[in-house]
Structures are given as structure tokens and as C-alpha cells.
């Protein structure tokens, strides 16, 4: 790999390490962040001396970390505790299939900013195969000590702040070289589905992704350019999100006013709540590799969906959350999720999150429509394969 070709996005190299450790545990914006998170109270009495403490314990967590691979250690050290904590349950299938010596792109639905891909990494960390480099909107969190983290954390980053098409060709097709490279080198690759997250539970492949993949392949047939690929969906789903509040207001906010605007650091929030939050069951499954010869992006995309939603896990709270939904749709598909509804609750108890009780009632049909899609989806697809 030409190194220099993406230095603008790469993760950092081993030798770089230590020096970004060293910049981390000192910064005042990420030690009172933590100060912060960790201990409100005592943050606002003395800032200062929350700082120090948090820069001691991040100096003694981090000692003698060296490189990525020992960073990564200590992540998924942090990873168990937030599994442990966070999820009822964490299972992973398909695992068992893919090859060591292989490397893959992984392409998944995404719920969370940083959980989907720490979720993928912790299963590939317990079943012996190596963790990923992590596709990264450049727009998403923007703190340098964020940047620094997710870099340290094998994150490359896609440009989606640039203007003007020239300028964006040029960053579409610096990422797709990237990711060839990246699978040249053996590294696999996770990246979204689509930008952004899913805040609607209506989880679709953008065709424009796909096009991006094919872009350092362009001189080749798809076929051949989707062997060099390997893409592997990747279903993941969460009983509870945690950021489900979040999500309802911005699609009440976008559908009232026609449009929203983020507050300073609703980023970060996000990203500490959808790790620490409680996700209930959580359950990852991966698919079949994607080969053969499609006719066009958009062929690919729709088997890509076709892998994601038949695998994904629909839990008690989503055929229920269906039937709270007197709309179109959903309304015609009461029986049907009811029934199913009924059959789960022979095995398992009917599970709401604190987040309905907490809803005002203006987002409340948000909500519940993010909680019933996924069985919408489910739905949607039985069908067209059935037609």
C-alpha cells in the first residue's frame, strides 16, 4: 500500500501509538469529558481535579501500549464490561465459517455509532479471528480526541464534508482504493449499509455504497471485482436501543418542521449512550459471502437487504410494538403479529423498554414505528420473494 496516497485517512501505524497515547491521557477536553460521565457531582465542584484523576487513570490503563493490537487489548477489555452490562445476552453466528487466512467486507445495518462495530470486533476478538478497520463518516464526531480514538482503534475515515463533485469523486475513490488495499493486505473492512444510522428501524443498502466498492475495480467485470471484495452481510440486532428517544424526537422534528439540526455534542452523546445504554438481547449474524455475476450496484444492494432482514432477530417488542400502530401498514398487519406475538410470549415474556414510559406523547408513534418496522421489513421481503 502507498501509504501516502491516505494519510488524510488511515488509521494510525504502530509507531504512531505511543505518541497519540501520550497526547490522549493529557488532553483537558477528553479527561473532562470522562470526569464528567463518570462523576457529575464531583466534576462540577473541582473540573481540575476530576482531570487529573481521570489523566492518571488513563495513564495507568494504557501503560505500556505500544502498538494497536495492545490497544485493542485494553478495548476489548472495556468491550466485555459494556456487553456484560449493556446486553441481557450477546450471541453470534456464522462466525465458525469464515477462513483466518481470509480477508472480508463486512456490511451491516447500523443502529449505533460505535456499538455496531465494537460488537462485530468483540465477536471476532472471542472467536480468534482478527478485528477490522472501521468505516468513518468524517462528519460525525468532530473532536480531535474522538478522531484519535477511533484512529487508534483501526477507524479510517470517509469524506462526506468535501464540496463540489470533482472533489467528492476524488474522496469516494480514495476510500474504495483504501478499502481494496485494505483486503489486499488480509485486513478486513466493516462499513454501514448506508450513511448515517438507521433512526426509522427501515434498514436499506444505498446503492451508492456498492458503487463506491466498485470504483477501484472499475477496469473489471463485477463478477470478478465482487470475488476480490468478499462481502459478508451482517444482521445485527438489538432487543432495546438505547438511543430510541433520541432517534424518535429527530424524526418528529424532521417531519414537523422539515428538517433538524443537531446540538453541539449530540454526537458524543449518542455514542456514549448507544455503548453504555441496556440493549436487552442482542444478536449478530453473519451471511453468505455475495458473489456472482449481478447486473448493476443496485442488484447487489437488494441482496445484500435480502441476507440482512431475513437474519435479523425480531424479538416480543417489536410484533407488539406493530400492533400499538393504528396506521397503514401496520394496521393490516395485526393479525399477523399478533399471532406471532402470541407464539413468543409461550416462551418468553413481553419485554418494553423504560423509553415508552419516558416518550412524550408527540414522539411516541415515532418510536413505536422504529420498534415495528423491522418486522415490516421482514414482511416486505417475504413477499417480494414470494411473488
Same mark, same amino acid.
Do not use: C, I, T
Given at each position: 500500500m502507498n501509504s501516502a496516497a491516505f494519510d488524510d485517512i488511515r488509521p494510525y501505524f504502530d509507531h &504512531? +501509538?505511543? #505518541? *497519540?497515547? =501520550?497526547? !490522549?491521557v493529557r488532553d483537558p477536553e477528553l479527561t473532562g469529558f470522562m470526569g464528567n460521565w463518570l462523576a457529575p #457531582? *464531583?466534576?462540577a465542584v473541582m473540573p481540575? +481535579?476530576? =482531570? @487529573? !484523576? +481521570?489523566? %492518571?487513570? %488513563?495513564? $495507568? &490503563?494504557l501503560s505500556g501500549v505500544e502498538n494497536i493490537r495492545a490497544f485493542q487489548d485494553v478495548i476489548a477489555k472495556y468491550a466485555k464490561k459494556l456487553v456484560t452490562e449493556g446486553a441481557t445476552s450477546f450471541s453470534y453466528e456464522g462466525f465458525e465459517r469464515l477462513d483466518a487466512d481470509q480477508s472480508y %467486507? @463486512? +456490511?451491516?445495518?447500523? $443502529?449505533?455509532i460505535a456499538g455496531d462495530s465494537m460488537l462485530l470486533d468483540y465477536a471476532l476478538y472471542l472467536t480468534g479471528h482478527d478485528t477490522v478497520r472501521i468505516a468513518i463518516g468524517d462528519n460525525l464526531v468532530q473532536r480531535p480526541f474522538a478522531t484519535s480514538i477511533m484512529r487508534l482503534n483501526k477507524g479510517f475515515f470517509i469524506k462526506r464534508s468535501v464540496e463540489g463533485p470533482r472533489k467528492a469523486y476524488a474522496a469516494l475513490l480514495q476510500s474504495s482504493q483504501y478499502i481494496r488495499a485494505s483486503l489486499e493486505e488480509k485486513q478486513s473492512v466493516w462499513i454501514a449499509q448506508s450513511e448515517g444510522r438507521s433512526k426509522d428501524g427501515l434498514d436499506r443498502t444505498d446503492p451508492a455504497i456498492v458503487k463506491m466498492f466498485l470504483l477501484a475495480h472499475r477496469k473489471e467485470a463485477m463478477a470478478d471485482a465482487l470475488k476480490g471484495l468478499r462481502i459478508v452481510p451482517l444482521s445485527i440486532s438489538y432487543e432495546f436501543d438505547p438511543c430510541d428517544l433520541m432517534k424518535a424526537k429527530e424524526q418528529f422534528v424532521i417531519e414537523s418542521k422539515g428538517g433538524y439540526e443537531k446540538p453541539a455534542g449530540e454526537d458524543l452523546l449518542s455514542l456514549v449512550t448507544g455503548l453504555s445504554g441496556h440493549k436487552g438481547r442482542v444478536v449478530l449474524r453473519l451471511g453468505d459471502e455475495v458473489q456472482g455475476d449481478y447486473e448493476s450496484p443496485e442488484a447487489v444492494a437488494a441482496e445484500i437487504d435480502r441476507q440482512i432482514i431475513s437474519r435479523m432477530e425480531l424479538f416480543p417488542v417489536n410484533y407488539w410494538a406493530l400492533t400499538q400502530l393504528a396506521e397503514a401498514p401496520y394496521v393490516d398487519l395485526h393479525a399477523q403479529a399478533q399471532a406471532a406475538l402470541d407464539s413468543k410470549l409461550d416462551e418468553e415474556a413481553l419485554a418494553k423498554p423504560a423509553s415508552f414510559d419516558a416518550c412524550p406523547p408527540e414522539h411516541l408513534p415515532y418510536l413505536l414505528r422504529m420498534y415495528a418496522n423491522p418486522v415490516l421489513n421482514r414482511h416486505n421481503l417475504e413477499t417480494i420473494y414470494k411473488a
Open positions: &504512531e +501509538v505511543p #505518541g *497519540a497515547l =501520550r497526547d !490522549l #457531582g *464531583a466534576y481540575p +481535579v476530576m =482531570r @487529573f !484523576l +481521570v489523566s %492518571l487513570y %488513563l495513564k $495507568r &490503563e %467486507l @463486512f +456490511v451491516s445495518n447500523h $443502529r449505533d
